[in-house]
C-alpha cells in the first residue's frame, strides 16, 4: 500500500489513486461538488485549538504530532480512515497546508503507516 502527501491545489494525477482532503476546513478556490478529491474526512483533522497553537512552526513539530496523535488515536474518524484506506492500493491525503515539511498530512501518514504494519 502507498500513502502519499499532496497540495489539493496541485493538478490530480491518476498516480493520486484515493485522493482523501482531511482539512477541518474547506480548501478556498473549489465548490464542493467540483474539488478534486473522492472524500473529505474533516474530523480526522486536528482541532481547531490544536491548528492555531502549531501555526506550521518546525521548532514544534514534535510536540504537535504528540498532541495530534493524543487527539486522534482510538477515535471514530481514525478507525474510519483506516477502513476507509484499506480499501486501496495508492491513497493521497489532501491538504491546503503551505508547508510541504510540516503538516498534519504528514504527521497523519506517519500514524496511518505505523497502524497498516
Known amino acids: 500500500m502507498k500513502i502519499q502527501t499532496k497540495r489539493i491545489y496541485?493538478?490530480?494525477?491518476?498516480?493520486?489513486?484515493?485522493?482523501?482532503?482531511?482539512d477541518r476546513l474547506?480548501?478556498?478556490?473549489?465548490?464542493?461538488e467540483g474539488a478534486p478529491m473522492d472524500t473529505w474526512m474533516k474530523d480526522i483533522a486536528p482541532s481547531t485549538e490544536l491548528r492555531k497553537w502549531y501555526n506550521h512552526e518546525p521548532a514544534k513539530w514534535e510536540a504537535f504530532c504528540k498532541k495530534y496523535y493524543a487527539e486522534i488515536e482510538g477515535s471514530d474518524a481514525l478507525q474510519e480512515l483506516l477502513s476507509d484506506i484499506r480499501k486501496h492500493k495508492t491513497v493521497t491525503f489532501l491538504t491546503a497546508s503551505k508547508n510541504e515539511e510540516y503538516n498534519h498530512a504528514i504527521a497523519l501518514r506517519q500514524l496511518v503507516q505505523k497502524h497498516l504494519k
Open 10 to 22: 496541485e493538478p490530480a494525477a491518476k498516480a493520486d489513486g484515493y485522493r482523501i482532503l482531511i
Open 26 to 32: 474547506w480548501p478556498r478556490g473549489f465548490t464542493k
